[in-house]
């Protein structure tokens, strides 16, 4: 806030806005449950809009920040810090999962019948997770023509002919350099736009939790009350514990960090997808210190690799469906499902049901469980995806500063005082 801005009221502020709307939405779903299940479409719209912004904010951001950067070597360094990163994070995700659901045991005593469920409610997914292999997975990050990846909505696509394009003004010198001032107001227009659409938050967050309830209704919670309480104990477990202590060792805190970013996490909550916090995230941790050649490598590369939401869902939603069918599932056969699941949490970003997707892929590496018992899941997805899309977004978030500390770009100081001042 600038001086002399006047600050704004309590209603005004768009986290309290969202919060109403949420609220507002569960009790509309709860007690007019017909009316509510219209209401999809003013979720669905919102995402669509911040998604309409998401492909041309990276594209802009990555190409001014890597072009104007002058240091190859960086871009290198910074990738490969970035990967590491991510593996290591991700794989402790895995591992807490894996160790909460046999802890728990959500599962047991379920003598869940898989053969009585109809193969149709799963297949498409089951589908979807052949269709995405590894190869799959690497040859999609080229897009067909150059504007596909726009079109698509594809961030790894965006990311890679964004990476192309600033080698190109690079290497053009002093040539090069109106392209950069083009593409960085560019950026500013694109940035403002966001900022309106941002404004409809409140809409879409009624609109998404609404149709939610009144589709899936409060006794969803009740029949699968134990693991969808022990995937939130998990997550929190994750961000307070591991993130908490990967932002101690970079010298700032995490409770604070989420204070900075509690727009962004709404949002996220409100829409059950993660990817509409990248434009404000982006803005965000650029505000920290975060150069944005580093941001700009970092967060769109990170809705891709860094799912640890994802990565928690997938270990304890495989776990849970052995114990709900008495699959016996022995330490071998876990260690392979998490081997496989490091592999798996990569490859299903931008992927409709994502959660879904990369689960039945699990699976299918331990045929001995029945994939029609995913239908278990089928209803509580949702309140899961909650979960999932909040902790992929904070662990972005943080890995996104830490890096660029790593990177020497900021100090821990710095970080501390800009994390205070509201924004």
């Not at 950026?187 to 967050?205: D, N, S, Y």
């Not at 640890?308 to 869902?313: F, K, L, N, R, V």
């Amino acid at each position: 806030m600038t001086v002399g801005d006047a600050p704004k009221k309590w209603f005004q502020l768009l986290y309290v806005q969202v919060l109403v709307a949420v609220a507002m939405g569960i009790l509309c779903g709860h007690y007019l449950p017909e009316f509510s299940k219209q209401l999809k479409p003013l979720g669905d719209g919102f995402i669509k809009l911040v998604k309409m912004m998401i492909s041309p904010i990276v594209f802009c951001t990555v190409v001014h920040g890597i072009a104007s950067m002058g240091d190859i070597k960086k871009l290198g360094r910074v990738g490969a810090k970035t990967i590491l990163y991510f593996e290591v994070v991700t794989t402790f995700a895995l591992m807490i999962g894996l160790v909460v659901v046999n802890v728990l045991k959500p599962g047991a005593n379920f003598n869940f019948e898989a053969k009585a469920m109809e193969p149709g409610m799963v297949q498409n997914y089951a589908e979807k997770a052949k269709s995405h292999g590894i190869l799959d997975f690497v040859f999609n990050i080229i897009p067909s023509n150059f504007l596909g990846a726009f079109v698509s909505g594809e961030l790894l696509q965006v990311l890679f002919i964004a990476i192309l394009t600033a080698f190109a003004i690079g290497g053009l010198g002093e040539k090069g350099k109106p392209f950069l001032h083009v593409i960085d107001q560019v950026a500013e227009l694109f940035f403002r736009i966001m900022q309106m659409v941002v404004k409809a938050a409140p809409i879409g967050a009624f609109g998404a939790m609404g149709y939610t309830i009144g589709s899936h209704g409060l006794s969803a919670l009740n029949n699968l009350a134990a693991v969808i309480l022990g995937f939130y104990i998990t997550a929190a477990l994750f961000i307070f514990v591991v993130l908490g202590f990967i932002c101690r060792l970079a010298g700032f805190s995490l409770i604070k960090f989420l204070g900075y970013i509690k727009d962004e996490l709404l949002l996220v909550l409100g829409t059950s997808s993660s990817e509409t916090s990248l434009p404000g995230l982006m803005e965000k941790t650029h505000k920290l210190g975060c150069s944005r050649s580093t941001v700009g490598l970092v967060l769109p590369t990170g809705f891709s690799f860094n799912m640890d939401g994802t990565s928690i869902y997938i270990t304890m939603g495989a776990v849970f469906l052995a114990q709900a069918t008495n699959t016996p599932l022995d330490i071998w056969a876990q260690l392979q499902l998490l081997l496989v699941a490091m592999l798996t949490s990569k490859g299903a970003s931008g992927i409709t049901g994502a959660g879904f997707v990369t689960l039945a892929a699990t699976m299918q590496a331990v045929p001995s469980i029945p994939l029609e018992s995913l239908s278990l899941l089928v209803g509580i997805d949702r309140f899961m995806s909650e979960c999932r899309s909040i902790t992929n977004t904070i662990g972005n978030g943080v890995a996104a500063v830490v890096i660029s500390r790593w990177e020497g770009e900021v100090t821990a100081q710095e970080i501390r005082e800009r994390i205070e001042t509201p924004s």
